[in-house]
């Protein structure tokens, strides 16, 4: 089974013209569960509330994705946290935030967002029916890849930096959203 675009990705994209089920993701630093257990609320709201995704929102707001990330949904979210931002090359999120670059922030937040709610057990079925490995279709319309690695689940970007799941199926009005150490790079 391979998750694929739904008229939510079509909305998102004429709008514009975020996991496992492994014990071990629930146990997550206690940063990363401050005010993460709050299911009132949209996934931007959510994002809002924590206290640790600072510069998703802010690049949310400068990206206008926010109304389309407060919509009816479903949508799933893999949510870098701020020190996922901080660690990218020096320069990157400023250059990100800059308005001309609207389009490239565009696609690298849509990266992370996938059609319908998937939830850390659905991701397991995936990777368990793919042979260890999932592939999954992000809302901009390139690929991640959801594997095991130890006791964590490791996502692939199409650039091959791998970005750990910290925090699976916070819930939100309008979808899920899976806390991760990195940031996605479309290729």
Known sequence: ???????????????????????????????????????AGTIVDIAKSTGMHDTLVQAVVAADLAETLSGPGPITVFAPVDEAFAALPEGTVPM????????????????????????????????????GSATIETVQGGTLTAM?????????????????????????????????DGVFLPG
């Open 96 to 131: 990100l935030l800059k308005p001309e670059n609207k389009g490239m922030l565009q696609a690298v937040l849509t990266y992370h967002a996938v059609p319908g709610k998937v939830t850390s057990a659905d991701l397991m079925n995936l990777i368990r029916q793919g042979g």
């Open 148 to 180: 095991p690695m130890g006791d964590d689940i490791v996502i692939t970007d199409a650039r091959g930096r791998q970005t750990k799941v910290v925090k699976a199926n916070v819930e939100a009005s309008n979808g899920v959203v899976h806390v991760t």
């Open 1 to 39: 089974m391979r998750f694929t675009p739904n008229p939510l990705k079509a909305a998102v994209l004429a709008g514009l013209a975020s996991a496992t089920g492994l014990a071990a993701l629930t146990a997550a630093p206690a940063a990363a569960d401050h005010h993460m257990e709050k299911e």
